[in-house]
């Protein structure tokens, strides 16, 4: 059974810094290209942060230069540093797993971030 669980959302100040987490069970983690995506209320989900099949990184304009994305294959795991956070990125959380980019095959359940002021 393929699982992945993100942890590290919460309630933070603007200008303020978080790092989420997604571990990954039951998939061959390094074969996968690992995304996080956001969806604000009364939004549509979108990339915040993805590395490609040639493992380099991309972002979103939005995030450039405050959010970071790595991955730990020793740990199935995938990180996604938040710094500088603005009102704005206020969201619920999702990381994802692509064996053929762009199309997600697995979702984890989502991290609330919250940012107030």
């Known amino acids: 059974q393929v699982q992945l669980v993100e942890s590290g959302g919460g309630l933070v100040q603007a200008g303020g810094s978080l790092r989420l987490s997604c571990a990954a069970s039951?998939?061959?983690?390094?074969?996968?290209?690992m995304g996080w995506y956001r969806q604000a209320a009364g939004a549509q989900r979108e990339l915040v942060a993805s590395f490609t099949r040639g493992g380099k990184t991309i972002y979103a304009d939005s995030v450039k230069g405050r959010f970071t994305i790595s991955r730990d294959n020793a740990k199935n795991t995938v990180y996604l540093q938040m710094n500088s956070l603005k009102l704005e990125d206020t969201a619920v959380y999702y990381c994802?797993?692509?064996?053929?980019?762009?199309?997600?095959?697995?979702w984890g359940q989502g991290t609330q971030v919250t940012v107030s002021s």
């Open positions: 994802a797993a692509a064996m053929w980019p762009p199309k997600n095959d697995y």
């Open positions: 039951g998939i061959i983690f390094s074969s996968y290209v």
